[in-house]
């Protein structure tokens, strides 16, 4: 029998088949670099930490009177992986592409790294955040005691990258402009 062959890009069907699955309580499910991933939503601690970002940076929300999402999808537009960082920071009016957020619409996202997601959240999720035009990528890593603060998109590039040791404060540059005490970080 032959086989049928289809002008449909791969990429094309794994967003149909992302599009198509039913929810999946207890997991993390993303479109990374044309893969499908699934992994669990994380340890006690691995929330507790995104719970804390989400604390820390209540007064930003507030004064500029953005949202904050907790596992947000984020449809990172151009390649049209879908993401869902630990935090999100967004305005109220942010573009959706169905029921995520459209990346060119978020201000800044937030990754917690675990010791099983050291790779995607050290280095493939900023170099997606950045190519999705997202501003500030912030990476806390308590596996490696940091944070990291990228910045500055150019060629879809962040061109700016700031680590310090958890506990010491961490600038994060506009439009967030706020200084992040990361003491509440560490573990």
Known sequence: MPHETTDEAPSTRVRELFDALPPLPGLRVEIIEGNIRMSP??????????????????????KQDWEAYPGVDISI??????????????PKDCPLWGNELR???????AEVVSP??????????????????????LVIDPVANTATVYSDIVDEVYKTKITQTLGETLHLPEPINFELETTELTE
């Open 41 to 62: 939503l994380g340890t006690p601690k691995h929330q507790v930490l995104a719970g804390r970002i989400f604390r820390l940076l209540m007064p930003v929300q507030d």
């Open 77 to 90: 537009e151009g390649p049209r992986d879908t993401l869902v960082p630990d935090y999100a920071l967004a």
């Open 103 to 109: 990346s060119r619409g978020v201000i800044m996202v």
């Open 116 to 137: 099983g997601s050291v790779h995607e959240d050290r280095v493939v999720k900023p170099k997606l955040y950045a190519i999705g035009g997202i501003p500030v990528c």
